[in-house]
């Protein structure tokens, strides 16, 4: 584990040399966040996980002189130590044609059909291994490797909110209309960034994540 600055107000913790297995460091990610911000540490005021490192965000002055120390000793000792029960969701998506705007690439990719592409991606349990790109988009660790196709050679301007979307090893969800590369094969009527609500993410890291199809009726009832 390496920590260094982030500019004159945050760290950056390198976990990369913890171990070779990117599933290991995902959940060391996971574990290390959570026992900072459970430590409640002088003067930090966020703290933000990836897939093997964490920023930790802190006030200019406020911060303890010896928090490296502090970092190190609420990870290295307990790094194997499980982070506790994950909390699940369950995600509806609507694959249908009109949703589903790359389906056809990916099928193509991969020889699968649409319905092998659906089936295997709604049958996977993900985990949210970061918020990012936009607020409230959750990158989702997980995708089995039949699905693992590249972005799109040209992102689009305008990718409509609610779209389930696949590229390289990840899934993901955009929250709101933005620009984007990613494989769009579906969308799901909930609403994943909530302004006025605390937290305003739906998805938080560490959240276990499942797709459930549903018909084009059924994201027309669910819609908010």
């Given at each position: ?57 802190f ?33 509806p ?96 009527p ?35």
């Amino acid at each position: 584990m390496t920590i260094h600055p982030l500019g004159d107000t945050a760290l950056i913790i390198d976990l990369a040399d913890e171990s070779s297995d990117a599933d290991q460091l995902l959940a060391l990610s996971l574990f290390a966040a959570d026992a900072i911000e459970r430590a409640r540490l002088p003067g930090v005021v966020d703290v933000t996980s990836a897939y093997r490192s964490i920023a930790l965000f802190f006030a200019p002055g406020q911060v303890e002189q010896n928090i490296k120390e502090k970092i190190r000793a609420l990870i290295l000792p307990k790094r194997a130590r499980s982070r506790g029960k994950a909390r699940r969701t369950e995600i509806p998506v609507c694959y249908d044609n009109e949703f589903a705007l790359d389906l056809a690439r990916v099928a193509g990719h991969t020889s699968l059909t649409g319905d092998g592409i659906i089936a295997l991606h709604a049958s996977t349990e993900y985990t949210v291994a970061c918020i990012g790109f936009v607020p409230g988009f959750p990158f989702l660790a997980g995708l089995p490797e039949k699905l693992r196709v590249p972005r799109l050679e040209s992102p689009r301007t305008k990718v409509p909110a609610g779209s389930v979307a696949i590229a390289n090893a990840q899934a993901g969800i955009y929250p709101f209309e933005s620009p984007g590369g990613w494989n769009v094969i579906g969308r799901t009527p909930l609403r994943l960034f909530r302004v006025n609500e605390n937290p305003p993410a739906f998805l938080r890291p560490g959240d276990r994540v499942r797709f459930r199809r549903i018909t084009r009726a059924q994201f027309d009832a669910e819609l908010e």
